[in-house]
């Protein structure tokens, strides 16, 4: 039986690299993207992200029986207004996940990428429960809109901080039926985003990290996890957040890598 695997943001960068190494795999692919350009043997379903409707309306042209689902799309920083970055970084990822779970094999997977700036999500956990306590995609915007000044300014960050800490509550989903819900926390990667979060660091701090890093991170190295938590041998790896930076944050946290300055 062909394994059934549906990516978003697979049209460019990291989404790009996981749908080439499941094609691969010999996977069949449908791709969630605003773009539709994907290689030939992929299924592309128009989707925002940051429309619910457009969401539900992508759900139909899905596979009843889905084997796997990585949520790779996401904004950047700077790139359309703050209430959306979070809509499309978190609540669409939500909404998503939490309508395509059932659907999810017996035994399969679910990965979303969120990013090493929400890895340290505990430190603002209040705000990011907030949030995550919502219901629904309707009353997460409201949440937002009444709560502006706790998150507008940061809104790439908090919104991958919500990724990476919903994993939790995801991992608990389908654990009936041993589906697994992992997150993955890339570091720097070039992709056509670099620009905007070379600007949201700044020039000196991204180019140190880089530095410390060994060299920026490409697409593929974080492909590489996300096809073995989609198709690999790891059936007890539920609800982790894995990051893939080079080992910059083992370093801080090691102290052989010292802070920016």
């Known amino acids: 039986m062909t394994t059934n695997v549906v990516v978003t943001g697979g049209s460019s960068g990291i989404g790009a690299a996981v749908i080439a190494r499941l094609l691969g795999a010999g996977c069949d692919v449908w ?3 605003v773009s539709d350009d994907v290689p ?10 940051a429309d619910p409707g457009g969401v539900e309306r992508a759900l139909i042209e899905l596979p009843s029986r889905i084997d796997g689902l990585i949520s790779v799309a996401g904004v950047a920083p700077g790139a359309v207004p ?11 990822v939500r909404l998503l996940v939490e309508k395509v779970v059932s659907r999810v094999s017996d ?27 919502t219901p629904d995609y309707e009353s997460g915007l409201s949440w937002l809109d009444e709560h502006e000044h706790l998150w507008e300014g940061n809104a ?8 990476a800490a919903y994993t939790y509550r995801a991992a608990g989903l389908g654990r009936d039926r041993g589906v697994r819900v992992n997150c993955i926390n890339p570091g720097i990667v070039e992709t056509r985003l670099s ?19 060994g060299r920026a991170g490409q697409p593929d190295d974080v492909a590489a996890v996300a096809e073995y938590l989609l198709l690999g041998d790891c059936g007890w790896l539920n609800g982790v957040e894995i990051t893939v930076d080079g080992g910059y944050h083992a370093g801080l946290v090691g102290g052989w890598i010292s802070p920016p300055p």
Not at 203 to 209: G, H, K, S, V
């Open 82 to 92: 703050d209430v959306q970055v979070v809509a499309v970084n978190f609540l669409g």
């Open 107 to 133: 035994a399969g997977s679910v990965v979303i990428v969120a990013s090493s700036a929400g890895r340290d999500w505990r430190d603002n956990e209040s705000t990011v429960k907030a949030l995550l306590d």
């Open 40 to 49: 030939e043997k992929v299924t592309a379903v128009h989707c925002d992200l």
């Open 195 to 213: 620009p905007s979060f070379r600007s949201m660091l700044g020039e000196a701090t991204f180019d140190y990290i880089v530095s410390e890093s």
């Open 156 to 163: 790439y960050k908090f919104s991958k901080q919500c990724a």
């Open 31 to 33: 791709n969630l993207d």
